[in-house]
């Protein structure tokens, strides 16, 4: 069973950055894609980008491109989020997700496609 841990959330001011990481354990298998996404109160799950895990092939949110970047250790079986000049909009808890390997879904923007979760972590901009 893949279990995903999120770090390196926190308070920050405006214009700050941030990486957070994500670490998984049970690695029977690699996963095919990974994600972030981010959620504020009151708030739908946002999708922030992706990584496609054998190629390295990333794909953002127009809301975060340029400022956002998403990598990954196969070695370490990790992928990080590298946040720079944050905004207050940026506020909310992150989390990771990971699709299983050899399962293809339409619509990888979606949480519906993503089978593992993460407990998230807080990411809190002040302005």
């Known amino acids: 069973q893949v279990q995903l841990v999120e770090s390196g959330g926190g308070l920050v001011q405006a214009g700050d950055s941030l990486r957070l990481s994500c670490d998984a354990s049970?690695?029977?298998?690699?996963?095919?894609?990974m994600a972030w996404f981010r959620q504020a109160p009151g708030k739908e799950r946002e999708f922030i980008g992706r990584i496609t895990w054998h190629t390295g092939a990333t794909y953002y949110a127009d809301s975060v491109k340029g400022r956002f970047i998403i990598s990954g250790d196969k070695d370490k079986d990790a992928m990080y989020l590298q946040m720079n000049d944050l905004e207050p909009a940026d506020t909310g808890v992150y989390y990771c997700?990971?699709?299983?390997?050899?399962?293809?879904?339409?619509?990888?923007?979606?949480?519906?496609?993503?089978?593992?979760w993460g407990q998230g972590t807080q990411v809190t901009v002040s302005s």
């Open positions: 049970g690695r029977a298998y690699i996963h095919s894609m």
């Open positions: 997700a990971a699709v299983p390997p050899k399962i293809h879904r339409s619509d990888y923007s979606s949480p519906l496609s993503y089978d593992y």
